[in-house]
């Protein structure tokens, strides 16, 4: 990492006057839990003070074995524990059965062969959830990510499948609201898209025009997220600069198209260096933070996007972390450790939150 000088101060310094969606996001995990670890993992988003779950609705889950076989039964206990909390629910459809795959592609994150087959599978769920108060669907996940959409992201593959999608929801549920597929922030590498550069060119294909907000994924740590840089770090690429979303957004005509920050997070474990957030912490090996950095940037998540008028949610990854193994830090975003003990985050998120209520007219 090459760094530049930072000014690592908050911008969120005015009270909250708007609306702002806050959840917390759990993956493809709340479908494989037990019906008391769902109860535990549900209660911390109440607990929290979030109303919103972000988790996956897997096309690979419900339909593994065939077009003909349906596990809604997966879900639907993911449904019916978040009623019985109050909290709405962000289902991400993604994820392809092997029957529906390309030839030579042998992953649940192959891009479907047939955006129909897909658009025909969001249909059915929208008309098995709308009853039970789902009306908001993020369709995909990363899909300018290599890893997430094989055998490499391409945006005129995303934007049939996602106007297919809106479509085929559209039909069958006149108030539902559709979230572009949460874009990472990375640059254009080994197969993967910047996220301006691929929301650019589904957007010259019509794909802004079907989509209610623009989910991204700005994960700046070990900055904050009200940091103010010469570099840009991910939550300044969204309004900041040339090349920014917001700059795409307005290039094709959705000026005001809200953002919704469906995944934000800091690990605090992995195979490489860790960062306090001081200068001198942040090197070229740095994979993670301390969890009093990941606190504070739980923190300053919320308090920056509540004064961004352009951000409509913010969604913290993750609930808890999975492992303790330290090969991959993707197994340390959790506000919990493994054992289920609250690291500092958990406490800091939560007051923030209950900040912006008590700020509020």
Known sequence: MVLNFVI???????????????????????????????????????????????????????????????KWKLFDRVVAAARERHLKILPVLAYTPPWAR??????????????????????????????????????WNEPNLATFWL???????????????????RKVDSAAKLVLGGLASLSTRDHNIAQ??????????GGNRVVDAIGYHPYTYPYLCSARTTFRTPWEWMDHGPGSLRGVLRAHGTAEMPI???????PTGGPGGVSDG???????????????????IAADAVRTAAADPNVAALVWYADRDPSTDRSSNENFYGLRRADGSAKPAFAAFRAAISGLRAERP
Not at 116 to 137: D, L, N, V
Not at 278 to 296: F, W
């Open 102 to 139: 390309p030839a030579n592609c042998d992953s649940p994150s192959c891009g479907p062969a047939r955006p129909a087959e897909f658009a025909a599978f969001a249909r059915e769920a929208a008309t098995r959830y709308a009853a039970k108060g789902i009306h908001t669907w993020e369709i």
């Open 196 to 205: 301006s550069e691929f929301l650019d060119q589904v957007s010259a294909l």
């Open 8 to 70: 690592d101060n908050s911008r969120a310094t005015g009270p909250a006057t708007r609306s702002l969606k806050l959840g917390v996001s759990y993956g493809d995990r709340l479908v494989w839990m037990s019906d008391a670890e769902l109860a535990a993992a549900l209660d911390d988003a109440v607990t929290l003070g979030t109303g919103w779950i972000r988790a996956d609705l897997s096309w690979n889950n419900i339909q593994h074995e065939g077009p003909s076989v349906r």
């Open 278 to 296: 001081t200068l001198a912490s942040i090197k070229s090996g740095t994979t993670h933070v301390t969890e009093h950095r990941q606190a504070q």
């Open 260 to 266: 919704w920050v469906t995944e934000i997070g800091a």
């Open 151 to 169: 055998p490499k992201p391409a945006p005129a593959e995303y934007n049939a499948l996602l106007q297919a999608t809106a479509k085929a929801i």
